[in-house]
Structure formats: C-alpha cells, structure tokens
T-cell receptor, first 114, second 117 residues
Framework: GAGVSQSPSNKVTEKGKDVELRCDPI?????LYWYRQSLGQGLEFLIY????????KSGLPSDRFSAERTGGSVSTLTIQRTQQEDSAVYLCASSSRQGGGELFFGEGSRLTVL | GNSVTQMEGPVTLSEEAFLTINCTYTATGYPSLFWYVQYPGEGLQLLLKATKADDKGSNKGFEATYRKETTSFHLEKGSVQVSDSAVYFC????????????????FGSGTQLTVLP
C-alpha cells in the first residue's frame, strides 16, 4: 500500500517476554519515527532515524528498548523483558525532506503486557 | 524542554456548534506548530500547520493562528459536523521545517471531540 504499515496491529504478551514491532514506511521517505501513546497521555517520542545519520535515541525510556532500521527502509522496535508499564500503542511515522514537516503515521501496534 | 498543553477533554458538541480547543506551548526557540487529527480506527494525520508567528493554518473549515505573544495555537471551527468526531493533537517542532531537517514533534495529550447529530 501507499501508507505507513505497522505489524502486528495487536500483540498480547506475558511479562518478561521480548517483543518486536515492525514498521514499513512510505517508499522514499528518509525520516522514520517511533512514538508511544499510552492511555490518556500524549504521544511520547522514542526514536528518530534520518537517512544514514546516527539515530536520535533520546526518547527511549530504558535500555530494554532498541530499534534498528535496515537499508534505510523497514524499522523494527524491540522491547526486551517486557513489563506491564510497556503496555501502550506504538506508533510509527515517516516523512520526507520535501514534505513541509508533515508526518505520515501508521495505525499503530497495540501492545498489552499481562 | 519543549512542552504542549492542551485543553482536556472529552468535548461533546451538537452539530453546527462552534468549536475551540485550546493549545499553549513552551519552547526555547521558534517552533513550528501543528494540529493532527486521529479519526476512529485510523492513524494520525496532519490537519493544519503554521511555521511562524501570526501565520494562520487552515483546512477542512478548521483554523488556528500562531500567537507568539500568548504562546498559543488554538483550534477553531465555526460549525462542526458529526464527521469531525475524532481526537485532536496539538504539536510543535523544535526546529523550523524550513531548515530542511525533519526533527521530532512534541505532542499534547490529545482532546477527544464527539459531535452529536
């Protein structure tokens, strides 16, 4: 499709397990972002990739969180040893330098940690 | 650091009512300001933006004016429709988009709007 694609759309896991969330950005978009949306909260920035530059990881809440972007396209957000407070919707967005600042968001991956 | 404070919801209006959703911000520089909308079951999408003081962003009947003196970017619509029911997010970017560098957005907590027929 033409939009940002995220998978899985829903993930239920047990505390202590690792999870991987995938994001496929819009083709040609050089920037990719991960945000977290907790119930009743705003969007919390996690990490930002821009082309081949070193990613901005300043929003990652702990060393259990990591992300990579392979070939400048698909990105995977990994959460190790999940905890209940990790339960949230994880949103991915992409943008282009010529886009005037508009971010295009996927529908998100809802993570529930039991 | 940068922050965005939005009017708390939920907001419930009748069709054709006037809408205002307040948004104020704190920033160290000269941010660009945005309103994003999230319709039920969909991802966030840009509604409108303003990149400098006194700019007015507008789209789909919605408007917001970048007020540097009051550090505000309130969203308004003169006559809401049932189809406007959604969650609205105010956001700012710490660097102007004109710099060519797409940096992270700082979002408010969102305001749920429900419009009744």
């Amino acid at each position: 499709g033409a939009g940002v694609s995220q998978s899985p759309s829903n993930k239920v896991t047990e505390k202590g397990k690792d999870v991987e969330l995938r994001c496929d950005p819009i083709s040609g978009h050089t920037a990719l972002y991960w945000y977290r949306q907790s119930l009743g909260q705003g969007l919390e920035f996690l990490i930002y990739f821009q082309g081949n530059s070193a990613p901005d990881k300043s929003g990652l809440p702990s060393d259990r969180f990591s992300a990579e972007r392979t070939g400048g396209s698909v990105s995977t957000l990994t959460i190790q040893r999940t905890q209940q407070e990790d339960s949230a919707v994880y949103l991915c967005a992409s943008s282009s330098r010529q886009g005037g600042g508009e971010l295009f968001f996927g529908e998100g991956s809802r993570l529930t940690v039991l | 650091g940068n922050s965005v404070t939005q009017m708390e919801g939920p907001v419930t209006l009748s069709e054709e009512a006037f809408l205002t959703i307040n948004c104020t911000y704190t920033a160290t520089g000269y941010p660009s300001l945005f309103w994003y909308v999230q319709y039920p079951g969909e991802g966030l999408q840009l509604l409108l933006k303003a990149t400098k003081a006194d700019d007015k962003g507008s789209n789909k009947g919605f408007e917001a004016t970048y007020r540097k003196e009051t550090t505000s970017f309130h969203l308004e619509k003169g006559s809401v429709q049932v189809s406007d029911s959604a969650v609205y997010f105010c956001a700012l970017s710490e660097f102007p988009w004109s710099s060519g560098s797409a940096r992270q957005l700082t979002f408010g907590s969102g305001t749920q709007l429900t419009v009744l027929p």
